[in-house]
């Protein structure tokens, strides 16, 4: 499983890309501007620059034409730009469009296994079930993930990755994994708690310790 960072932050997302285990992120303008910025375009073409794999950049108008012709905008900014577009029937007929242009997309706000199935015939490479707005509504959206997972691999002509969405803890992310989920995009907060182990501390101090009583130092 890959893992995405869910944020417009730029020095959160050098630092995940510095250790080697942030291959994509996932942001939106509200991410933008509570990063304090107001240039959506130049904060993802930014991003685009620092990450070595897909952005998923959201399009925020709605109806098919406006949608379309704003997804191609976003489209030419980078070239590992994935644009994001809602599950609904316009997001359905765009992602079908782009998929003729070469046109990546991660249909997003997915809460069922209907609308995963249906994104993946439209060609979206990528699906995102959002688990922790299920889990707020008091469904199990981890489950949601598995059942789409298991769905996709009983045809091999379906190519989309499920991409687990709205991760709130690190155990969504073993969730995830257990899942079958491609990636796993997450707050930078949970990609610090993933690497954080107490027993892991206790043991650094310990052997230092014990090399400062070997040492003399």
């Not at 012709?69 to 599950?87: D, G, L, S």
Request: hydrophobic share 45%; with cysteine; aromatic share 6%.
């Amino acid at each position: 499983m890959r893992i995405f960072l869910d944020t417009a932050n730029i020095e959160h997302i050098e630092h995940g890309v510095s250790l080697g285990v942030v291959s994509g992120v996932t942001t939106n303008p509200t991410l933008v501007s509570m990063e304090g910025h107001k240039d959506y375009r130049a904060m993802v073409k930014k991003i685009c620059s620092i990450v070595p794999g897909p952005v998923s950049a959201e399009v925020v108008v709605e109806g098919a034409p406006a949608m379309l012709e704003q997804a191609r905008e976003i489209a030419a900014w980078a070239t590992n730009v994935v644009i994001k577009i809602p599950a609904t029937a316009e997001g359905l007929e765009v992602t079908s469009a782009l998929k003729k242009e070469n046109i990546k997309v991660n249909m997003t706000l997915c809460f069922s296994v209907n609308q995963a199935l249906l994104a993946a015939l439209a060609g979206a490479s990528y699906i995102s079930p959002f688990v922790g707005r299920l889990d707020d509504a008091g469904h199990d959206g981890m489950a949601l993930v598995k059942d789409i997972v298991d769905v996709f691999k009983n045809y091999q002509d379906l190519t989309t990755e499920v991409l687990a969405a709205s991760i709130r803890h690190p155990l969504h992310c073993i969730a995830a994994a257990r899942a079958g989920a491609h990636i796993a995009t997450v707050p930078y907060k949970v990609l610090l708690q993933m690497i954080k182990h107490p027993l892991t501390d206790i043991g650094i101090e310990r052997f230092l310790a014990d090399w400062k009583s070997v040492s003399g130092k």
